[in-house]
């Protein structure tokens, strides 16, 4: 094979990736989002059909260019991106979850657009908890032997928080990074440890979101079998 050239690894495989951030709306022109730019979720689905695989890239807000190959679902919200991941998981061998979800929406939306008005407080923004994706589909898995991947974002005590949350989601793989001001958001670069739910843990030195990708990928394809 040419350099740069994969073995076809995940040939006749089907994956789904979630990539960006949802945007919760609370009337036509405002919402409540994240920065998610979704560029490791690309990469993901990148490094996916360079292997092989047949990939469906459910992409929530992103401006990222369409990757080769790729079947791409765009959505806006949590519930929307649920939908589409349900949908495309039914025949999917494996599922990664590297969008960052809104854990909470408006419980409201106003149809029309919300006016300030002269010696008025501003109203209060009440939120309802949005459904957990990662969990719910790793609890409930659409085919035997699914291979469920779930992305984490921590500030402190990394490792500790990310085990804890392996356990909570139920999912086979948990793919961590530590987050501050400068790190990870927007950036070109990751640094991260996949912790594996039969106890493994692989340290990714800091490097290309491809490079993450393929750790992935290799883990994925691992317990595909
Ligand atoms: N996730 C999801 N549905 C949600 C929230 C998160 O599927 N409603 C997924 C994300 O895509 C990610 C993983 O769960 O793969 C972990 O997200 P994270 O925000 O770190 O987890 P939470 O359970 O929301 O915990 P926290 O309170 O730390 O935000
Ligand atoms: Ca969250």
Redesign the pocket.
Known sequence: LARGVREPDLAGRHVVI?AGGTREPLDPVRFLGNRSSGKQGYALARTAAARGARVTLVAANTALPDPAGVDVVPVGT?VQLREAVLKAAADADAVV?????A?FRPATYAAGKIKKRDGQEPAPITLVR?????AEISVDRARPGQVIV????ETDDVLANGRR?LE??GCDLLVVNEVGERKTFGAEENEAVVLAADGGETPVPHGPKEALADTVWDLVAARLG
């Open positions: 979630s949590a979850m590297a969008a960052a979800v854990d949005n459904p957990d994706i990662l779930g992305f984490a974002a949350k909570r989601k």
